[in-house]
């Protein structure tokens, strides 16, 4: 691996684009002072990661970029990039160039790319960590470097042969792992203090779960309270329309009788209308007899008077003619009148005195009989009149009655009529009363089927948010435990991983030969697929055969020794399968504690033979050490923990590390975290969507929420 190559544009004296080559014939840049010579050494360092601006004779980082001159415009940015060949693959990538590039912007951010791959300083620097390449690097020679490492000035010199010896690398990674172990001490250190405040969270939230449950009893009993509230409400209008019916019944019947009272009433008026049109015509026919009768005994009267006349007349004459008479006595006697004319006369007179008498007598008769007429029409007359008085004091009582009947048929009309008033304002206030109870009932029915609606849709809705809230948070329980569990299984995977590529815990010899040789060489730990609770006794007998290489025959080992021997890269251990002969198969033990080494590994066919010759007469105790007998000298005993190994007359043994039993099958592990890590990332994103769902689900319950509905419709009717 060489230098190939250096472009620097904007960076300090470097405005334009300015490009190095450095070819097989290039061996040193010269040039007048303030040429720039340093600051091409200053941009090798700076594009390797430097950030310490007085290394590079800077007060400030920005300074870095061209400020420009009175010709030239200042450089917005500055760019440095460096072209490694990796001609012997030194460098753990697959390219035969490497160009690792810096920019710095006036903003202050800065970027770094491998090969215009936008990466970070931390790749950069893990690519050369294994080259000796680096910002502060032996290689670099800046002015006044050699007085320093003359001086020993701040540990230089040995800051250099550390360099040089490949230590440095190992000292960087010893303080990020340090620094690993710090920030993972700070993390236990901040366990008690998570603790305590997840303790206070969980105290404030078992409050707000009590909180919540004495919510949600208050919630229940409020609903219960409200249904009784509703059902008492209902009855008591059910009550209440009950008795307006009853009343609206009591005065339809009120109603119906005083309207029979009133027909009867009107009935008997009509009846009594015609008793009294009867007496009256009576009275009248009474009246017009009596009429006759007084015209009769008026006229009786006036003839009576005109009788009495011609009595009074006839007397007269009676006198007169006894006068005369007496006169003519006398004159007979004296004048001696004619006898016979005197006698003529006289009988003349008699006679017309008897007819008068007759007359009067007739006269008297007639007066007797009109007299008694009289009397009898008087009496006849009185008993009229009496009855008359009668009739008019029974018409006065009756007209009296009919008055008082009329007055009460009035009142009684006018308390019809406001009966009839109040009867028809009732019917209209009881149909109104109906109608709004149709209208209520049908309302009420429709709101209490809304209102049953809407709590059964709240009852599910906070039954489908505890559901969902739960399987949130058990969605959400998995998706710690999934996270947790990627998080620790991709770090073992990437430590795994960064122990298998770069061969850590492994000789130098066995990443030589990895590097330079083949990729994939087949070491004996690698195709061992060993069950976990046997990991720590197989790798305690085969802890010096792991490290050996497992090749198809005697002429590839022999490289692999020439190739170490050429690099001077120490030693290495080899297994060629075709020299190996089939042993004798171990036989199974009758004591159930004892297990053959080869039972509890999987291993390819081809490996087999290398497998049974390793582990021939191999067993695994699971028993206490002082059960073992002493005829099982014959044999190699390896106990189930780990922690000692017998064979004949020797035992070997003692604590078992943390790391003990790591070594064996690091591929198929490996393999199994990455398939655990892709099933893990599988289950994360469903269980992220299912999680996504059903966060959305909550935000759509929870949004629709009837409670506000539901208060309304009880307050609107009094539910």
């Given amino acids: 691996m060489r230098l190939k190559s250096l472009q620097i544009k904007g ?9 190095l080559n450095f070819s097989e014939d290039v061996i040193g840049v010269v040039g007048p002072n303030g040429s720039g010579k340093s600051n091409i050494v200053d941009a090798i360092r700076w594009v390797l990661g430097e950030q310490k601006s007085k ?7 920005s300074d870095v970029i061209f400020n420009g001159t009175k010709t030239k415009k200042e450089a917005p940015t500055a760019t440095v990039a460096l072209t490694f060949e990796n001609d012997k693959n030194l460098l753990p990538v697959e390219y035969q160039n490497v160009t690792i590039s810096r920019t710095l912007y006036r903003s202050g951010e800065s970027e770094y790319k491998l090969n215009n791959v936008v990466c970070r300083l931390k790749d950069i620097n893990s690519l050369f960590l294994d080259t000796g390449i680096g910002s502060n690097s032996y290689a670099i020679i800046a002015l006044g470097m050699v007085d320093d490492i003359l001086a020993d000035k701040e540990n230089s010199r040995r800051r ?8 440095s690398k190992y000292k960087i990674r010893k303080r990020e792992t340090l620094s690993k172990l710090k920030s993972a001490t700070e993390d236990l250190n901040r366990i008690d203090d998570l603790l305590f405040e997840i303790e206070g969270n969980l105290k404030t939230l078992e409050k707000q779960a009590r909180r919540t449950q004495k919510y949600l009893d208050i919630k229940a009993e409020y609903k219960e309270m409200s249904i009784r509230h509703a059902v008492f409400s209902i009855q008591h209008l059910k009550q209440k329309y ?10 339809q019947d009120t109603y119906r009788a005083n309207d029979i009272l009133l027909l009867g009433k009107q009935a008997t008026l009509e009846k009594d209308k015609k008793a009294n049109l009867d007496k009256e015509l009576a009275l009248s026919d009474h009246q017009k007899k009596l009429s006759d009768l007084v015209y009769q005994i008026r006229t009786r009267e006036n003839e009576k008077g005109l009788l009495n006349q011609k009595l009074g007349f006839k007397k007269q004459n009676k006198e007169h003619l006894t006068k005369v008479l007496s006169e003519s006595e006398t004159e007979i006697g004296k004048a001696g009148i004619d006898s016979k004319q005197l006698e003529k006369r006289i009988q003349d007179e008699t006679v017309q005195l008897e007819n008068l008498k007759t007359t009067l007598q007739q006269s008297k008769e007639i007066y007797e009989a009109v007299r008694s007429e009289y009397n009898t029409a008087k009496l006849s007359f009185d008993i009229r009149q009496k009855e008359k008085q009668e009739i008019e004091k029974q018409v006065y009582n009756l007209e009296k009655s009919i008055a008082i009947r009329r007055n009460n048929i009035e009142n009684n009309e006018r308390e019809i009529f406001r009966i009839t008033e109040s009867v028809q304002s009732r019917e209209k206030e009881f149909s109104r009363w109906n109608q709004q109870e149709t209208e209520y009932n049908s309302a009420f029915a429709l709101k209490e089927k809304e209102l049953e609606s809407l709590i059964n849709n709240e009852q599910n809705r906070q039954s489908n948010i505890a559901s969902l809230e739960k399987q949130r948070d058990k969605l959400q329980e998995e998706l710690n435990v999934v996270n947790r569990n990627i998080d620790s299984k991709q770090n073992e995977y990437d430590l795994l991983r960064s122990m298998i590529d770069n061969f850590e815990g492994f000789p130098e010899s066995i990443r030589f030969l990895h590097d330079h040789w083949k990729k994939d060489l087949i070491l004996l730990s690698d195709i061992l697929d060993v069950d976990e609770q046997y990991k720590a006794p197989i790798e305690l007998y085969l802890e010096n055969y792991l490290n050996h290489f497992v090749v198809s025959n005697l002429a590839e080992a022999l490289h692999g020794i020439t ?3 050429n690099a001077q890269q120490g030693k290495a251990n080899f297994f060629f399968l075709d020299r190996i002969e089939k042993t004798q198969e171990t036989k199974k033990l009758s004591d159930h504690k004892f297990v053959r080494a080869i039972d509890v590994i999987k291993i390819e066919n081809k490996f087999k033979p290398l497998l049974e010759n390793l582990l021939s007469k191999v067993y695994i105790f699971s028993g206490e050490p002082d059960e073992l007998k002493e005829t099982d000298q014959d044999i190699v005993i390896i106990s189930s923990t780990g922690t000692y190994l017998k064979h004949g007359f020797t035992i070997a043994g003692g604590s078992v590390g943390l790391f003990e039993g790591k070594k064996i099958g690091r591929k198929q592990n490996l393999e199994k975290l990455a398939q655990f890590l892709q099933e893990n990332a599988s289950l994360k994103t469903d269980l992220i969507n299912r999680l996504t769902t059903i966060k959305k689900d909550l935000e759509n319950l929870k949004s629709s929420n009837f409670n506000g509905f539901i208060d309304k419709i009880k307050k609107n009717y009094n539910i």
């Fill in 11 to 19: 960076f300090k004296s470097f405005a334009n684009d300015t490009i």
């Fill in 55 to 61: 290394e590079l004779r800077l007060e400030a980082m």
């Fill in 160 to 167: 250099m042969f550390e360099q040089a010896a490949g230590v």
């Fill in 242 to 251: 009950k008795g307006i019916s009853e009343q609206l019944l009591r005065d």
């Fill in 563 to 565: 190739l170490l021997k």
